[in-house]
């Protein structure tokens, strides 16, 4: 049923962006070739994102390291970065490596080249433009899913003793405990880790002070902060309530605290869902509330489970704290359908991303996962009603057999007053007969059936009884071990939805991958046309060797309309060529239009044209013509995409 409505719900469609940045174009473009050193790099993306110190690394043509200026915003503009570049910048191809922090909290990187002037002979390889350090990224991951635990276990306990108020909650104790400390030292971990994870270093620079101070002026590192002031707080909320955690069931919360827990766990919540996929892309006040309600109903339920299993082996748990924790987890699978649902429509943004992209697959796997924790549960919920039935039926059947001998005994009691009444005594003998029926025998020394009260005397205290259900049958016991079999294999599963929960924070949803992919189509990665074109120029003379090459013709941008033409001749040791003569032309063969001479000219070095008109978009071919001599030429020809 929620595979099904995810679905119908992609099926819908949804906006444009989603979490996670894209780079969207860069000035100067991937692959282009500018006459003059520009000034400054400028490059836009999807979404807004944060500057790191070594946000941009500009090489130059011999791979030496080129000093710029600060990164920051183009004209205040946080979807931006800029750098300014040095006056003098030489020529030749200069390669571009940058990184930066998307609003989501994830870092994102890659790299490009640009020329000036002439590209160099041998361009310049890419630098390795990996997001995180593998050590790093996994201690992160690591921090991030006993974060999720801890706070399971202290929400999720906490809800358990308020809602299904068990009778014993001293081995409860250790799990709220347990998950307070849990989760403040996971918050102290990841803000140690949140420097070196956003620069791509190691985790030896977690105790880095700058990194420290980067963290601190940041949305992520401000939600941690905030994490541990609401784990303060609530460390002084259990203290208050400490007699609560003593009594258990003969001492309940007042509505103030009910209220004052709750806005702690919404606050708890909320420092997730400003640092992560929520806060960023469509719809953000809805998904943050959808985050939300998400997160706390996960903590109600799982958390839920593992006291309860805590319950089961440590004390006794009767059978109203079973069925009301029931009532509470049903009410927290509606809330995880009902948020689940619409968090997958927003992160995926179309069927074919269930299974074209990594998010979509993680998805699959933890609906999976979900799905035999909701039979395990259904599983549970089946036995606590057959229990709470067989248990109903134990009373019933007590309570009428204590009717039937209640009856019996008053009949007999009626008959008894009936035969005294008809049956004369002596004088003097009654009060000697009335101590002996209270003494239950007779002047014979026979005795009478015990019975509840004298003939006209007090009533006599009954005989204590067992409550009704006090012990388990056989019957009853194998339901409760089934009980609790089933609770732990719900707990088994609930670790490894977790564990997906985990990889889905920092994985690129399927949204945001096609809008990347939509961004370097649009926006050029590469943004120009690079073509190469091999030639060889056959000798008529059997021992002369002939003369082969390639001819590298870029457009920039290669789009319908005007774009820049420049060629350059390479030899067979890749070096510079100088020819006579470069003619190139265009024709479209589908709609019969060319060829159309580019009419490139010699630059000094390499051939141009300041601008070539494509006025279609289709496959091009492109005619390139070399001539090495008065009588040795050839011609080559190769397809070009122009795109709109």
Request: glycine share 10%; with cysteine; proline share 7%.
């Amino acid at each position: 049923m929620l595979l099904g409505t995810v679905l119908v719900l992609l099926l819908l469609g949804g906006g444009p962006a989603s979490a996670h940045a894209a780079l969207r174009g860069a000035d100067p473009a991937d692959g282009s070739v500018v006459k003059t050193a520009p000034d400054a790099i400028t490059l836009t993306f999807t979404e807004s994102v944060g500057l790191l110190d070594d946000s941009f690394r500009v090489f130059d043509p011999d791979n030496r390291r080129v000093d710029t200026g600060e990164a920051g915003h183009a004209d205040g503009r946080a979807d931006t970065a800029r750098i300014k570049l040095p006056a003098k910048l030489g020529t030749g191809t200069f390669t571009v490596a940058w990184r930066v922090v998307s609003a989501d909290s994830h870092p994102i990187a890659g790299a490009f080249t640009f020329s000036v002037g002439t590209p160099s002979a041998t361009p310049p390889a890419l630098p390795g433009t990996s997001v995180e350090n593998p050590a790093t990224e996994g201690l992160f991951n690591i921090g991030r899913y006993l974060a999720y635990l801890a706070a399971a276990l202290l929400i999720g306990t906490a809800a358990f003793i308020a809602v299904c108020r068990p009778p014993d909650v001293r081995p409860l104790r250790r799990l709220l405990l347990a998950g307070g400390w849990a989760l403040a030292g996971s918050t102290v971990f990841l803000l140690l880790l949140r420097g070196p994870y956003e620069a791509g270093t190691g985790p030896a620079q977690a105790l880095d002070p700058s990194g420290l101070t980067r963290t601190l002026g940041t949305r992520p590192g401000l939600a941690l902060v905030a994490r541990l002031a609401l784990l303060a707080a609530a460390a002084a909320f259990l203290l208050w309530q400490r007699k609560v955690l003593r009594e258990g069931e003969r001492e309940q919360p007042s509505r103030v605290a009910l209220a004052a827990g709750a806005a702690l766990a919404v606050g708890l919540a909320l420092t997730w869902a400003a640092a992560e996929h929520a806060s960023a892309g469509i719809q953000v006040p809805a998904a943050m509330t959808s985050t939300v309600l998400h997160l706390l109903a996960m903590a109600v339920w799982l958390g839920g489970l593992a006291a309860l299993l805590t319950l089961f082996y440590r004390a006794s748990v009767p059978s109203r704290v079973v069925g009301r924790f029931s009532q509470l987890a049903g009410l927290s699978v509606t809330v995880l359908v009902v948020t689940g649902v619409y968090q997958s429509w927003r992160g995926l943004g179309s069927v074919s991303a269930l299974t074209d992209t990594t998010y979509g697959r993680v998805l699959l796997a933890k609906l999976a996962a979900v799905t035999l924790l909701l039979l395990a549960g259904a599983r549970s919920r089946r036995t606590v009603t057959i229990e709470r039935t067989a248990r109903s039926v134990t009373v019933e059947t007590a309570e009428k057999q204590e009717a039937r001998e209640e009856q019996e005994a008053r009949e007999a009691r009626e008959a008894r007053e009936a035969r005294e009444a008809r049956v004369p005594e002596p004088v003097g003998a009654r009060a000697e007969s009335a101590t002996e029926a209270l003494a239950g025998g007779r002047a014979d020394g026979s005795v009478d059936a015990p019975i509840d009260a004298p003939v006209g005397g007090p009533q006599l205290p009954e005989k204590p009884r067992p409550p009704a259900g006090a012990t388990l049958t056989p019957a009853e016991d194998a339901q409760r071990r089934a009980l609790r079999r089933s609770v732990l294999a719900e707990v088994v599963v609930s670790v490894v939805v977790l564990v997906f929960t985990t990889v889905l924070t920092g994985t690129l949803p399927g949204r945001a991958a096609a809008e990347a992919a939509t961004a370097e189509q649009t926006a050029g990665l590469p943004v120009a046309s690079v073509t190469n074109v091999p030639f060889t120029i056959g000798s008529g003379d059997p021992g002369v060797r002939g003369v082969s090459g390639k001819v590298q013709v870029t457009l920039d941008p290669g789009r319908v309309g005007d774009s820049g033409l420049q060629a350059v001749v390479y030899g067979p040791d890749g070096g510079f060529v100088s020819i006579p003569e470069l003619r190139i032309s265009f024709s479209l063969p589908d709609q019969d239009i060319g060829p159309l001479d580019a009419k490139v000219t010699d630059r000094g070095g390499y051939w141009a044209a300041d601008t070539v008109n494509l006025p279609l978009p289709g496959t091009w071919e492109m005619k390139v013509t070399v001539r090495v001599s008065e009588t040795d030429q050839v011609s080559e020809s190769k397809p070009v995409e122009i795109v709109r």
